[in-house]
Protein backbone atom coordinates (compact mmCIF):
# COMPACT_ATOMS: atom_id res chain seq x y z
CA UNK A 1 0.00 0.00 0.00
CA UNK A 2 1.37 3.47 -0.97
CA UNK A 3 0.42 6.23 2.24
CA UNK A 4 0.16 10.11 1.49
CA UNK A 5 1.45 12.56 4.42
CA UNK A 6 -0.15 16.35 4.44
CA UNK A 7 2.64 18.12 5.93
CA UNK A 8 6.23 17.92 5.89
CA UNK A 9 6.62 19.23 9.45
CA UNK A 10 8.35 17.27 12.43
CA UNK A 11 4.72 15.62 12.84
CA UNK A 12 4.33 14.41 9.35
CA UNK A 13 8.07 13.41 8.60
CA UNK A 14 7.76 11.00 11.78
CA UNK A 15 4.86 9.79 10.43
CA UNK A 16 6.38 9.02 6.82
CA UNK A 17 9.53 7.87 8.58
CA UNK A 18 7.40 5.16 10.55
CA UNK A 19 5.46 4.18 7.51
CA UNK A 20 8.63 3.72 5.27
CA UNK A 21 10.70 1.75 7.70
CA UNK A 22 7.39 -0.44 7.75
CA UNK A 23 7.75 -1.11 3.77
CA UNK A 24 5.96 1.53 2.21
CA UNK A 25 6.03 3.88 -0.61
CA UNK A 26 5.33 7.33 0.82
CA UNK A 27 4.53 11.01 -0.72
CA UNK A 28 4.68 13.42 1.55
CA UNK A 29 3.29 16.89 0.34
CA UNK A 30 3.84 20.44 1.42
CA UNK A 31 2.68 23.98 0.17
CA UNK A 32 6.34 24.69 0.66
CA UNK A 33 8.94 23.60 -1.08
CA UNK A 34 11.62 24.54 1.46
CA UNK A 35 9.71 22.79 4.21
CA UNK A 36 10.09 19.85 1.79
CA UNK A 37 13.89 20.06 1.09
CA UNK A 38 13.99 20.57 5.34
CA UNK A 39 12.17 17.58 6.38
CA UNK A 40 14.31 15.33 3.27
CA UNK A 41 17.65 16.66 4.86
CA UNK A 42 16.13 15.27 8.30
CA UNK A 43 14.84 12.76 7.70
CA UNK A 44 18.49 11.48 5.42
CA UNK A 45 19.98 12.42 9.31
CA UNK A 46 17.83 10.50 11.71
CA UNK A 47 18.45 7.38 9.26
CA UNK A 48 22.17 7.88 9.61
CA UNK A 49 22.23 8.59 12.75
CA UNK A 50 20.34 5.38 13.16
CA UNK A 51 23.25 3.36 11.31
CA UNK A 52 25.61 5.20 12.86
CA UNK A 53 24.65 3.74 16.08
CA UNK A 54 23.74 -0.20 14.77
CA UNK A 55 19.87 0.22 14.81
CA UNK A 56 19.52 -0.13 11.43
CA UNK A 57 21.71 -1.40 8.67
CA UNK A 58 22.97 0.84 5.47
CA UNK A 59 20.66 -1.05 3.11
CA UNK A 60 17.73 -0.67 5.47
CA UNK A 61 18.52 3.04 5.53
CA UNK A 62 18.77 3.50 1.96
CA UNK A 63 15.64 1.31 0.89
CA UNK A 64 13.81 3.10 3.69
CA UNK A 65 15.07 6.44 2.33
CA UNK A 66 14.29 5.51 -0.97
CA UNK A 67 10.55 4.90 -0.18
CA UNK A 68 9.27 8.22 0.56
CA UNK A 69 9.23 10.93 -1.93
CA UNK A 70 8.50 14.38 -1.22
CA UNK A 71 6.23 16.04 -3.94
CA UNK A 72 4.87 19.47 -3.83
CA UNK A 73 1.68 18.26 -5.80
CA UNK A 74 -0.97 15.64 -4.48
CA UNK A 75 -1.52 14.51 -7.50
CA UNK A 76 1.15 11.58 -6.24
CA UNK A 77 -1.13 10.38 -3.83
CA UNK A 78 -4.01 9.58 -6.19
CA UNK A 79 -3.34 5.55 -5.81
CA UNK A 80 -2.39 5.65 -2.11
CA UNK A 81 -4.51 3.49 0.60
CA UNK A 82 -4.01 6.56 3.24
CA UNK A 83 -3.45 9.68 3.40
CA UNK A 84 -2.69 10.85 6.79
CA UNK A 85 -3.02 14.85 7.13
CA UNK A 86 -0.56 16.78 9.31
CA UNK A 87 -0.83 20.23 9.61
CA UNK A 88 -1.57 23.02 11.32
CA UNK A 89 -4.25 23.09 14.22
CA UNK A 90 -7.23 24.70 12.26
CA UNK A 91 -9.89 22.97 11.17
CA UNK A 92 -10.48 25.44 8.10
CA UNK A 93 -7.58 24.41 6.82
CA UNK A 94 -7.53 20.54 7.33
CA UNK A 95 -11.21 20.89 5.82
CA UNK A 96 -9.91 22.35 2.71
CA UNK A 97 -7.17 19.41 2.12
CA UNK A 98 -9.82 16.87 2.47
CA UNK A 99 -11.93 18.63 0.19
CA UNK A 100 -9.13 18.77 -2.12
CA UNK A 101 -8.01 15.04 -1.77
CA UNK A 102 -11.60 13.66 -2.32
CA UNK A 103 -11.65 14.77 -5.63
CA UNK A 104 -7.91 13.44 -6.99
CA UNK A 105 -7.87 9.50 -4.34
CA UNK A 106 -10.00 6.89 -4.79
CA UNK A 107 -12.99 5.91 -3.37
CA UNK A 108 -11.20 3.29 -0.83
CA UNK A 109 -8.51 5.95 0.43
CA UNK A 110 -8.75 6.52 3.96
CA UNK A 111 -8.43 9.76 4.55
CA UNK A 112 -7.07 10.74 8.27
CA UNK A 113 -6.04 13.50 10.76
CA UNK A 114 -3.43 13.63 13.24
CA UNK A 115 -5.11 16.08 15.10
CA UNK A 116 -4.63 16.33 19.17
CA UNK A 117 -7.93 18.62 20.02
CA UNK A 118 -10.23 19.31 16.86
CA UNK A 119 -13.45 17.41 16.24
CA UNK A 120 -13.15 14.73 13.99
CA UNK A 121 -16.45 14.61 12.93
CA UNK A 122 -16.26 18.49 12.18
CA UNK A 123 -12.96 17.65 9.86
CA UNK A 124 -15.22 15.00 8.55
CA UNK A 125 -18.05 17.44 7.39
CA UNK A 126 -17.24 18.76 4.25
CA UNK A 127 -16.00 14.93 2.68
CA UNK A 128 -18.77 13.48 0.64
CA UNK A 129 -17.48 10.16 2.60
CA UNK A 130 -17.25 10.97 5.55
CA UNK A 131 -17.19 7.62 6.69
CA UNK A 132 -14.19 7.11 5.40
CA UNK A 133 -12.71 10.00 7.59
CA UNK A 134 -10.74 8.83 10.63
CA UNK A 135 -8.36 10.43 13.60
CA UNK A 136 -4.97 9.00 13.22
CA UNK A 137 -3.25 10.52 16.35
CA UNK A 138 0.45 9.84 16.69
CA UNK A 139 2.41 11.38 19.62
CA UNK A 140 5.48 13.28 19.09
CA UNK A 141 8.49 11.65 18.09
CA UNK A 142 6.34 9.75 16.10
CA UNK A 143 8.98 7.39 15.40
CA UNK A 144 10.06 7.30 19.22
CA UNK A 145 6.67 7.33 20.80
CA UNK A 146 4.89 3.83 20.84
CA UNK A 147 1.17 5.22 21.08
CA UNK A 148 -1.49 6.09 18.50
CA UNK A 149 -5.40 7.27 19.28
CA UNK A 150 -7.40 5.98 16.47
CA UNK A 151 -10.20 8.19 16.92
CA UNK A 152 -13.52 7.51 14.94
CA UNK A 153 -16.18 9.82 14.60
CA UNK A 154 -20.17 9.04 14.52
CA UNK A 155 -19.92 8.96 11.13
CA UNK A 156 -16.62 6.64 10.25
CA UNK A 157 -17.76 3.20 9.43
CA UNK A 158 -16.41 0.09 11.56
CA UNK A 159 -14.38 -0.88 8.70
CA UNK A 160 -12.57 1.94 8.48
CA UNK A 161 -11.74 1.95 11.81
CA UNK A 162 -10.69 -1.29 12.06
CA UNK A 163 -8.66 -1.34 9.46
CA UNK A 164 -6.87 2.08 9.90
CA UNK A 165 -5.90 0.46 13.63
CA UNK A 166 -4.95 -2.79 12.07
CA UNK A 167 -2.52 -0.87 9.83
CA UNK A 168 -1.27 0.99 12.85
CA UNK A 169 -0.86 -2.18 14.38
CA UNK A 170 1.48 -3.24 12.11
CA UNK A 171 3.53 -0.56 11.53
CA UNK A 172 4.55 -1.81 15.59
CA UNK A 173 3.07 0.84 17.50
CA UNK A 174 0.46 0.75 20.21
CA UNK A 175 -3.16 1.62 18.93
CA UNK A 176 -5.98 2.80 21.68
CA UNK A 177 -9.35 3.48 20.63
CA UNK A 178 -10.60 6.78 21.78
CA UNK A 179 -14.27 8.39 21.56
CA UNK A 180 -14.66 11.80 19.27
CA UNK A 181 -13.98 14.49 22.06
CA UNK A 182 -11.74 17.00 22.85
CA UNK A 183 -8.46 16.16 23.82
CA UNK A 184 -9.38 12.11 22.97
CA UNK A 185 -7.74 10.29 26.02
CA UNK A 186 -4.31 11.40 26.46
CA UNK A 187 -4.55 15.03 26.22
CA UNK A 188 -8.10 15.64 27.97
CA UNK A 189 -6.50 13.09 31.22
CA UNK A 190 -3.33 14.47 31.11
CA UNK A 191 -4.67 18.28 31.96
CA UNK A 192 -4.81 18.28 35.32
CA UNK A 193 -0.69 17.42 35.39
CA UNK A 194 0.02 20.36 33.68
CA UNK A 195 -3.30 23.01 35.14
CA UNK A 196 -3.43 21.63 38.61
CA UNK A 197 0.39 22.17 39.56
CA UNK A 198 0.27 25.74 37.87
CA UNK A 199 -2.84 26.33 40.02
CA UNK A 200 -0.31 25.03 43.05
CA UNK A 201 2.49 27.23 42.13
CA UNK A 202 0.24 30.61 41.79
CA UNK A 203 -1.44 30.15 45.19
CA UNK A 204 2.24 29.99 46.30
CA UNK A 205 1.78 26.41 47.59
CA UNK A 206 5.44 25.33 46.15
CA UNK A 207 7.71 26.72 43.33
CA UNK A 208 7.91 25.21 40.17
CA UNK A 209 11.40 23.43 40.80
CA UNK A 210 10.17 22.15 43.99
CA UNK A 211 6.47 20.27 42.54
CA UNK A 212 8.74 18.82 39.27
CA UNK A 213 11.25 17.69 42.11
CA UNK A 214 7.97 16.03 44.06
CA UNK A 215 6.67 14.40 41.11
CA UNK A 216 9.80 12.52 40.02
CA UNK A 217 11.06 11.52 43.15
CA UNK A 218 8.14 10.86 45.03
CA UNK A 219 5.34 10.23 41.85
CA UNK A 220 7.73 8.23 39.81
CA UNK A 221 6.98 10.67 36.98
CA UNK A 222 9.66 11.01 34.15
CA UNK A 223 9.81 14.65 34.18
CA UNK A 224 7.63 17.37 36.13
CA UNK A 225 5.17 19.44 34.35
CA UNK A 226 7.05 22.64 34.45
CA UNK A 227 10.14 21.19 32.41
CA UNK A 228 7.65 19.35 30.58
CA UNK A 229 5.72 22.25 29.23
CA UNK A 230 8.68 24.54 28.86
CA UNK A 231 9.71 21.34 26.41
CA UNK A 232 6.52 20.81 24.60
CA UNK A 233 6.56 24.46 24.38
CA UNK A 234 3.77 26.93 25.87
CA UNK A 235 2.29 28.07 22.59
CA UNK A 236 1.24 23.98 22.07
CA UNK A 237 0.90 22.98 25.55
CA UNK A 238 -1.20 26.03 26.33
CA UNK A 239 -2.88 26.07 22.85
CA UNK A 240 -4.50 22.59 23.45
CA UNK A 241 -5.63 23.30 27.00
CA UNK A 242 -7.20 26.29 25.77
CA UNK A 243 -8.80 24.05 23.04
CA UNK A 244 -9.83 21.33 25.33
CA UNK A 245 -11.75 24.09 27.83
CA UNK A 246 -13.70 25.71 25.25
CA UNK A 247 -14.45 23.03 23.11
CA UNK A 248 -15.83 21.17 27.22
CA UNK A 249 -17.82 24.87 26.78
CA UNK A 250 -15.84 26.08 29.69
CA UNK A 251 -16.01 23.50 31.73
CA UNK A 252 -13.51 24.82 35.32
CA UNK A 253 -12.00 21.57 35.17
CA UNK A 254 -9.97 22.24 32.17
CA UNK A 255 -9.79 25.92 32.95
CA UNK A 256 -6.06 27.60 31.53
CA UNK A 257 -4.10 29.25 33.77
CA UNK A 258 -3.13 33.06 33.75
CA UNK A 259 0.37 32.37 34.53
CA UNK A 260 1.04 30.00 31.34
CA UNK A 261 -0.95 33.08 29.02
CA UNK A 262 1.15 35.08 30.37
CA UNK A 263 4.49 33.21 28.91
CA UNK A 264 3.04 32.59 25.96
CA UNK A 265 2.33 36.37 25.56
CA UNK A 266 5.68 37.52 26.67
CA UNK A 267 7.22 35.08 23.86
CA UNK A 268 8.69 33.08 26.88
CA UNK A 269 7.54 29.70 25.10
CA UNK A 270 10.54 27.09 27.01
CA UNK A 271 13.51 25.77 25.83
CA UNK A 272 12.72 26.82 22.03
CA UNK A 273 13.19 30.15 23.16
CA UNK A 274 15.82 30.12 26.18
CA UNK A 275 13.12 31.22 28.52
CA UNK A 276 9.58 29.39 29.86
CA UNK A 277 9.49 28.98 33.73
CA UNK A 278 12.76 28.21 34.03
CA UNK A 279 15.78 29.95 32.34
CA UNK A 280 17.79 28.21 29.79
CA UNK A 281 20.24 31.04 28.70
CA UNK A 282 23.83 30.01 28.60
CA UNK A 283 24.88 30.28 32.50
CA UNK A 284 21.64 30.51 33.90
CA UNK A 285 21.37 28.07 37.07
CA UNK A 286 18.50 25.96 37.74
CA UNK A 287 17.15 26.80 41.04
CA UNK A 288 17.33 24.09 44.02
CA UNK A 289 13.79 22.45 44.93
CA UNK A 290 12.71 22.44 48.69
CA UNK A 291 12.91 18.54 49.39
CA UNK A 292 10.69 18.57 52.03
CA UNK A 293 8.51 15.11 51.98
CA UNK A 294 5.71 15.86 53.93
CA UNK A 295 4.96 19.00 51.42
CA UNK A 296 6.31 16.44 47.94
CA UNK A 297 3.52 14.03 49.19
CA UNK A 298 1.14 16.67 49.60
CA UNK A 299 1.91 17.63 46.23
CA UNK A 300 1.88 14.46 44.57
CA UNK A 301 -1.03 13.26 46.21
CA UNK A 302 -3.36 16.41 44.95
CA UNK A 303 -2.16 16.13 41.56
CA UNK A 304 -2.47 12.36 41.24
CA UNK A 305 -6.07 12.18 42.66
CA UNK A 306 -6.81 14.88 40.20
CA UNK A 307 -5.62 12.50 37.38
CA UNK A 308 -7.29 9.96 38.43
CA UNK A 309 -10.75 11.51 38.51
CA UNK A 310 -10.21 12.81 35.01
CA UNK A 311 -9.41 8.92 33.61
CA UNK A 312 -12.17 8.18 35.91
CA UNK A 313 -14.62 10.44 34.18
CA UNK A 314 -13.20 9.32 30.74
CA UNK A 315 -14.49 5.86 31.66
CA UNK A 316 -17.83 7.37 32.66
CA UNK A 317 -18.31 8.83 29.41
CA UNK A 318 -17.21 6.04 27.23
CA UNK A 319 -13.87 7.63 25.99
CA UNK A 320 -12.38 4.59 26.38
CA UNK A 321 -11.88 1.50 27.99
CA UNK A 322 -10.00 1.28 31.73
CA UNK A 323 -7.47 -0.86 29.67
CA UNK A 324 -7.55 1.57 26.63
CA UNK A 325 -7.17 4.72 29.20
CA UNK A 326 -4.55 3.31 31.25
CA UNK A 327 -2.10 1.94 28.31
CA UNK A 328 -2.33 5.68 26.48
CA UNK A 329 -1.11 7.19 29.81
CA UNK A 330 1.84 4.92 30.03
CA UNK A 331 2.45 4.89 26.18
CA UNK A 332 1.84 8.27 25.56
CA UNK A 333 3.16 9.98 27.89
CA UNK A 334 5.14 8.20 29.79
CA UNK A 335 3.30 7.92 33.30
CA UNK A 336 4.69 5.67 36.17
CA UNK A 337 1.59 3.39 36.96
CA UNK A 338 -1.91 3.63 34.60
CA UNK A 339 -4.02 5.98 36.82
CA UNK A 340 -6.72 3.79 37.42
CA UNK A 341 -4.97 0.89 38.59
CA UNK A 342 -2.84 3.37 40.58
CA UNK A 343 -6.34 4.20 41.95
CA UNK A 344 -7.02 0.75 43.24
CA UNK A 345 -3.44 0.72 44.64
CA UNK A 346 -4.37 3.92 46.46
CA UNK A 347 -8.27 3.03 47.27
CA UNK A 348 -11.22 4.14 45.87
CA UNK A 349 -12.27 6.03 48.61
CA UNK A 350 -9.41 7.51 49.51
CA UNK A 351 -8.87 9.45 46.25
CA UNK A 352 -13.02 10.10 46.62
CA UNK A 353 -11.95 11.53 50.18
CA UNK A 354 -8.98 13.92 48.97
CA UNK A 355 -11.24 15.21 46.06
CA UNK A 356 -13.70 15.62 48.50
CA UNK A 357 -11.56 17.59 50.74
CA UNK A 358 -10.15 20.07 47.97
CA UNK A 359 -14.21 20.25 46.58
CA UNK A 360 -14.80 21.29 50.37
CA UNK A 361 -12.21 23.85 50.62
CA UNK A 362 -12.30 25.55 47.41
CA UNK A 363 -16.16 25.41 46.40
CA UNK A 364 -14.84 24.89 42.81
CA UNK A 365 -16.59 22.74 40.11
CA UNK A 366 -13.10 21.41 39.25
CA UNK A 367 -12.96 19.50 41.98
CA UNK A 368 -15.98 17.81 41.87
CA UNK A 369 -15.62 13.93 41.90
CA UNK A 370 -16.41 11.81 38.98
CA UNK A 371 -19.75 10.37 39.91
CA UNK A 372 -17.82 6.68 38.96
CA UNK A 373 -15.77 7.21 41.79
CA UNK A 374 -18.72 7.86 43.74
CA UNK A 375 -20.42 4.70 42.99
CA UNK A 376 -17.36 2.59 42.92
CA UNK A 377 -16.53 3.73 46.23
CA UNK A 378 -19.97 2.79 47.42
CA UNK A 379 -20.10 -0.78 46.36
CA UNK A 380 -16.32 -1.68 46.79
CA UNK A 381 -15.73 -1.93 43.12
CA UNK A 382 -12.30 -1.61 41.46
CA UNK A 383 -11.18 -0.84 38.48
CA UNK A 384 -9.73 -3.81 37.29
Not at 160 to 183: F, I, Q
Amino acid sequence: MEVGVVGAGAMGNGIAQVAAQSGHTVYVYDTQNHALEKAKSKLEAILNRLVEKGRITQEDKDATFGRVHYVDSLQPMKNTGLVIEAIIEKLSAKQSVFEVLEGIVSKETILASNTSSLSIASIAAVAKHPERVVGIHFFNPAPLMPLVEIVPSMLTSNQVTESSRALVDSWKKVTVLAKDTPGFIVNRVARPFYSEAIKMYEEGVASPETIDHALKTIGGFRMGPFELTDLIGHDVNYVVTETVWKEFFYDPRFKPSISQKRLLEGRMLGRKTGRGWFNYTEGAEMPDPNKDETLGRQIVDRIVAMLINEAADAVLMGIGTPKDIDLAMTKGVNYPKGLLAWADEIGIETVLERLEGLFAEYGDDRYRPCVLLKRMAKSGKTFF
